[in-house]
Nanobody, 125 residues
Framework: QVRLVESGGGLVQAGGSLRLSCAAS??????????IGWFRQAPGKEREFVAG?????EYADSVKGRFTISRDNAKNTVYLQMNSLKPEDTGVYYC???????????????????WGQGTQVTVSS
């Protein structure tokens, strides 16, 4: 069973930065072949799309210009660089993978097949 493992969360002041990593537990899981999405969920709120990457990248409007998603196929890892963090960015961040041969991006969390356990990001004001 392939697992995705997130890391890099933590507590940061508003305006600060964090870099999240999402690594596949199995080297045979070629992360470059999957659509990878980052989602987040704040207490009492729905899980929401943050960013996605396959052949292109896409961002939620709320993070555009502040967050950058990237992929290192050699390390089988996807990153989410988060700059200029705001208190409203607080939540549990999950990475997810969807097997697809198309280039289409999906912002729907229930389209994804594999999920990590999540990493907490807390931004203090």
């Amino acid at each position: 069973q392939v697992r995705l493992v997130e890391s890099g969360g933590g507590l940061v002041q508003a305006g600060g930065s964090l870099r999240l990593s999402c690594a596949a537990s199995e080297s045979s899981f070629g992360i470059g072949s999957y659509l990878i999405g980052w989602f987040r969920q704040a207490p009492g709120k729905e899980r929401e799309f943050v960013a996605g990457i396959k052949w292109s990248v896409e961002y939620a409007d709320s993070v555009k210009g502040r967050f950058t998603i990237s992929r290192d196929n050699a390390k089988n890892t996807v990153y989410l660089q988060m700059n200029s963090l705001k208190p409203e960015d607080t939540g549990v961040y999950y990475c997810a993978a969807k097997w697809t041969v198309s280039s289409a991006m999906s912002r729907l969390w229930n389209d994804y097949d594999y999920w990590g356990q999540g990493t907490q990001v807390t931004v203090s004001s």
